[in-house]
């Protein structure tokens, strides 16, 4: 084993796992929510209010807040425990949920920024051609903001990767089991072991950095 992962091996694999993950997730939500937000729709301010609350709350206060609303007691955690037997905290679902809420307004403010600018008048050009809102969303939207779709993933996903508030809240930090790459450069340094807390620290930013450019070059279509 290279002596880039024998201080945490396991800690990369579960960063990389929840990434791809919620790479899935926010290119989904992302889009829809900025496509949604850019609508004059009912409640738009509250729903625009709960996509960006991870941009101005603490994120230890928001994972405290999520560990008493799905814990084993809490008011969708309690329900879940006791009809379906399913604990979501100090699991892996938790390391994803806490990612996803972290980096969503990273990729919901810049995909809703770019419909509300450029795509605006191709948008009432598809709806003049007859178009319905689906087909104009793929066949219109995307295309044209795809490099702030590109832009929002590589913030939403390196939010994700260095994210600890949440997932320390959420996920419990237990190891080898919920202690992504992040906590793993916490707890070398909580034990004193600067030495594997800097490989950890370079090996995450050399992950960001790839995935940086990765997605880069996809958003514009290289």
């Not at 814990?71 to 699991?91: C, E, K, M, T, Y």
């Not at 089991?177 to 800097?198: H, K, M, P, R």
Request: net charge positive; charged share 10%; glycine share 12%.
């Amino acid at each position: 084993m290279t002596p880039w992962l024998d201080c945490s091996p396991a800690a990369l694999l579960l960063s990389l796992h929840v990434a791809g993950v919620v790479l899935v997730l926010f290119l989904i939500a992302g889009i829809a929510l900025g496509y949604t937000l850019s609508r004059p729709i009912p409640l738009r301010g509250l729903l625009d209010a709960l996509v960006s609350v991870p941009l101005v709350f603490p994120p230890i206060a928001i994972g405290f807040l999520l560990l008493m609303l799905f814990g084993r007691h809490g008011a969708i955690g309690g329900p879940l425990h006791d009809w379906l037997g399913w604990n979501l905290v100090f699991s892996f679902p938790a390391l994803v949920l806490a990612a996803f809420i972290a980096g969503l307004p990273l990729v919901v403010k810049p995909i809703q920024s770019a419909i509300e600018g450029s795509a605006r008048e191709l948008i009432e050009v598809s709806y003049t051609l007859g178009k319905g809102r689906l087909a104009t969303l793929f066949l219109v939207v995307i295309p044209v903001i795809r490099r702030h779709i590109a832009a929002g993933l590589i913030l939403g996903v390196g939010r994700s990767f260095g994210e600890v508030g949440i997932t320390l809240m959420l996920g419990g930090n237990i190891l080898g089991s919920t202690e992504t790459l992040s906590l793993a450069i916490y707890n070398q340094v909580l034990d004193g072991d600067f030495e594997c807390a800097t490989r950890l620290s370079l090996l995450l930013g050399l992950v960001s950095l790839t995935l940086f450019f990765w997605l880069g070059r996809l958003g514009r279509g290289r």
